[in-house]
């Protein structure tokens, strides 16, 4: 169908056809024959922001999704991808409130929880209770990721820290060993892991996951915690 006959859903969808092919250029194209038909189509700003965030472009891209926001405030989806791009430019706490906007516009995006949980433990903010505002932190948005969708490796690791920092110790363990269960080569959970054991006073348990670690990623810290590992069985 000729550009000129098709209706502005059509060239959105288009556009999302170019653009999970990568083709960005070819998916702009689509969301500006939208808008030039459409001025007000949400959808279209945010996916046009999308494309310059993507191409580097992030003051276009600030701009394009921030409009798109004004005219759906309940876009989740755009409030997602504008904490990206504000994460991206060090913006942490506009990247938390983004995506407190996107979980409250779309509670089932798994994305935007562990995202949120990644950037509240970037501020500090890791415990349940949020801080002084009263919303959850980093240890609810990431139960709520990984119970979305377990297969989020990074948030079920961001997890294990953020309980092992709290001193949740049995909780990591759980949180750690689901990560390496998926991802037997991830050698952060196997060291954090092994370093969790080791806090328990469970050495024998502790010396295969440090093994690993040492294995996969061998470094001076990892090298230590094992030699400590390996002495206290010995003691």
């Given at each position: 169908m000729p550009a000129c006959a098709a209706?502005?859903?059509?060239?959105?969808?288009?556009?999302?056809?170019?653009?999970?092919?990568?083709?960005?250029?070819?998916?702009?194209?689509?969301?500006?024959?939208?808008?030039?038909?459409?001025?007000?189509?949400?959808?279209?700003?945010?996916?046009?922001?999308?494309?310059?965030?993507?191409?580097?472009?992030?003051?276009?891209?600030?701009?394009?999704?921030?409009?798109?926001?004004?005219l759906d405030p309940a876009l989740a989806e755009a409030h997602c991808d504008i904490g990206t791009f504000y994460r991206q430019t060090g913006q942490l706490a506009e990247a938390a409130l983004s995506w407190r906007l996107a979980v409250a516009a779309d509670p089932a995006m798994a994305r935007a929880w562990a995202d949120l949980g990644l950037v509240l433990r970037e501020l500090g903010e890791a415990g349940e209770d949020g801080g002084e505002d009263g919303e959850g932190g980093a240890i609810t948005a990431l139960y709520r990721a990984v119970a979305l969708e377990p297969g989020r490796i990074e948030a079920q690791f961001a997890l294990g820290c953020a309980l092992d920092d709290a001193g949740r110790l049995d909780e990591a363990i759980e949180a750690l060993r689901a990560v390496i269960t998926r991802r037997p080569r991830h050698a952060g959970a196997q060291a954090r892991l092994g370093a969790v054991l080791m806090q328990m006073g469970r050495p024998a348990e502790a010396l295969p996951a440090l093994q690993d670690a040492a294995r996969l990623a061998p470094d001076a810290e990892v090298a230590a915690a094992l030699a400590a590992c390996r002495a206290a069985l010995t003691a």
């Open positions: 209706s502005p859903d059509q060239l959105l969808e288009a556009g999302q056809a170019h653009h999970r092919k990568g083709d960005l250029a070819g998916a702009a194209r689509c969301y500006h024959q939208v808008l030039d038909r459409a001025p007000d189509h949400a959808a279209a700003c945010h996916l046009l922001g999308l494309v310059h965030g993507q191409s580097g472009d992030l003051t276009n891209a600030f701009v394009l999704i921030g409009r798109a926001l004004v």
